[in-house]
C-alpha cells in the first residue's frame, strides 16, 4: 500500500478532526441557522459523491451486461440501503435535536447516543473510501487516483462540519471541551478503520467493484434522507438548507469531474 493511498484514507478522518477541534474555539453552541446550513452541505456532498464517484463508476465497469449494466447498481444500492435500515434499527442511538433514540433500547447516556449516531453515518463513508481505493489499486477497473482523491476531498470537506456538530452540543450537554473533542475525533475513526479493512479484503472486492461501489452509494443515501435532510429542513426558512444542499453538491461534482 503506497503513502498516497494511506494519506487518502486518513483525510476524511482529518476532517472530522479539525470540525471537532471547534469546541476549543467557540464559547457557544453553533446557531441552528448555521447548524442547518452545515449539515445540508454535507447532504449535498454526499449525494454527489454517491453518484459520481459511486453510481456512475459502477455502471460503467458493468457495460458488458449491455442493456442490463444497471443491474448490479440496482442490487448494490438496495443492498446498503438494507444493511444501514438494518443497522439503524439496532444500534442505540439519538439524532442531533430529536428526543427520542432509536434502535435498542439501553440505559446508555444521552451523549454516547449522540455519538453513535455520527458513528453509524461515518460507517458507509469509511466504505465508499476503502473501495474506491481498493478499485484503484487493482488496477483493474477504471477509477483514477484523482477519482479517488475526489471523493476522500469531498468526505473531509463534508466531515469538518460534522465534526463541529457534534463536539459543539456534547459539551452544550456538559461534558468537557477535552471530552467532546475526543468524542468527535471517535466519531469518525470508523472511516480509516472501515476503509482499510476493505483494502485488506481487495483481492475479493475487485470482482464484485460494482455492487460494493453501489452498496456504499446506497449506504451514504440512506444517511442524507433518513437523518440529515429532515435535520437541515427543520423550524423556518429551511431554504438556507436547500441552498447549502445546492452548494455542497456542485462542489464535489465539480471536484470529482476535475479531478477524475
Same mark, same amino acid.
Given at each position: 500500500?503506497? #503513502?498516497?493511498?494511506?494519506?487518502?484514507?486518513?483525510?476524511?478522518?482529518?476532517?472530522t478532526?479539525?470540525?471537532?477541534?471547534?469546541?476549543?474555539?467557540?464559547?457557544?453552541?453553533?446557531?441552528?441557522?448555521?447548524?442547518?446550513?452545515?449539515?445540508?452541505?454535507?447532504?449535498?456532498?454526499?449525494?454527489?459523491?454517491? &453518484?459520481?464517484?459511486?453510481? @456512475?463508476?459502477?455502471?460503467?465497469?458493468?457495460?458488458?451486461?449491455?442493456?442490463?449494466?444497471?443491474?448490479?447498481?440496482?442490487?448494490?444500492?438496495?443492498?446498503?440501503?438494507?444493511?444501514?435500515?438494518?443497522?439503524?434499527?439496532?444500534?442505540?442511538?439519538?439524532?442531533?435535536?430529536?428526543?427520542?433514540?432509536?434502535g435498542?433500547?439501553?440505559?446508555?447516556?444521552?451523549?454516547?447516543?449522540?455519538?453513535?449516531?455520527?458513528?453509524?453515518?461515518?460507517?458507509?463513508?469509511?466504505m465508499?473510501?476503502?473501495?474506491?481505493?481498493?478499485?484503484?489499486?487493482?488496477?483493474s477497473?477504471?477509477?483514477?487516483?484523482?477519482?479517488?482523491?475526489?471523493?476522500?476531498?469531498? @468526505?473531509?470537506?463534508?466531515?469538518?462540519?460534522?465534526?463541529?456538530?457534534?463536539?459543539?452540543?456534547?459539551?452544550?450537554?456538559?461534558?468537557?471541551?477535552?471530552?467532546?473533542?475526543?468524542?468527535?475525533v471517535?466519531?469518525?475513526?470508523?472511516?480509516?478503520?472501515?476503509?482499510?479493512?476493505?483494502?485488506?479484503?481487495?483481492?475479493? &472486492? #475487485?470482482?464484485?467493484?460494482?455492487?460494493?461501489?453501489?452498496?456504499?452509494?446506497?449506504?451514504?443515501?440512506? &444517511? &442524507?434522507?433518513?437523518?440529515?435532510?429532515?435535520?437541515?429542513?427543520?423550524?423556518?426558512?429551511?431554504?438556507?438548507?436547500?441552498?447549502?444542499?445546492?452548494?455542497?453538491?456542485?462542489?464535489?461534482?465539480?471536484?470529482?469531474?476535475?479531478?477524475?
Amino acid at each position: 500500500m503506497n #503513502v498516497n493511498v494511506i494519506l487518502g484514507i486518513l483525510i476524511p478522518f482529518l476532517g472530522t478532526s479539525l470540525g471537532s477541534a471547534c469546541v476549543f474555539f467557540m464559547k457557544k453552541e453553533l446557531d441552528y441557522k448555521v447548524e442547518r446550513a452545515l449539515i445540508g452541505f454535507a447532504s449535498g456532498v454526499m449525494v454527489a459523491a454517491s &453518484v459520481w464517484s459511486l453510481l @456512475i463508476p459502477a455502471m460503467e465497469q458493468s457495460e458488458s451486461l449491455g442493456k442490463l449494466s444497471f443491474m448490479p447498481s440496482v442490487i448494490g444500492f438496495w443492498t446498503g440501503i438494507l444493511f444501514l435500515l438494518f443497522l439503524d434499527s439496532i444500534i442505540p442511538h439519538l439524532h442531533l435535536n430529536a428526543d427520542e433514540p432509536e434502535g435498542f433500547k439501553s440505559k446508555l447516556k444521552k451523549t454516547t447516543m449522540m455519538v453513535l449516531a455520527v458513528t453509524l453515518h461515518n460507517i458507509p463513508e469509511g466504505m465508499a473510501v476503502g473501495v474506491v481505493y481498493a478499485g484503484y489499486l487493482s488496477g483493474s477497473s477504471n477509477i483514477t487516483a484523482g477519482g479517488a482523491l475526489a471523493l476522500v476531498l469531498g @468526505i473531509a470537506i463534508q466531515n469538518f462540519p460534522e465534526g463541529a456538530i457534534i463536539s459543539m452540543p456534547l459539551h452544550a450537554e456538559g461534558r468537557s471541551k477535552w471530552k467532546s473533542f475526543m468524542d468527535g475525533v471517535m466519531s469518525g475513526a470508523v472511516e480509516p478503520i472501515g476503509a482499510l479493512l476493505t483494502i485488506v479484503a481487495a483481492g475479493l &472486492v #475487485v470482482p464484485s467493484m460494482p455492487y460494493l461501489l453501489s452498496f456504499a452509494a446506497g449506504a451514504m443515501m440512506y &444517511v &442524507v434522507v433518513e437523518e440529515l435532510i429532515p435535520e437541515m429542513s427543520q423550524g423556518d426558512h429551511s431554504n438556507i438548507g436547500v441552498v447549502m444542499f445546492a452548494s455542497g453538491f456542485t462542489l464535489m461534482m465539480a471536484l470529482d469531474v476535475a479531478l477524475g
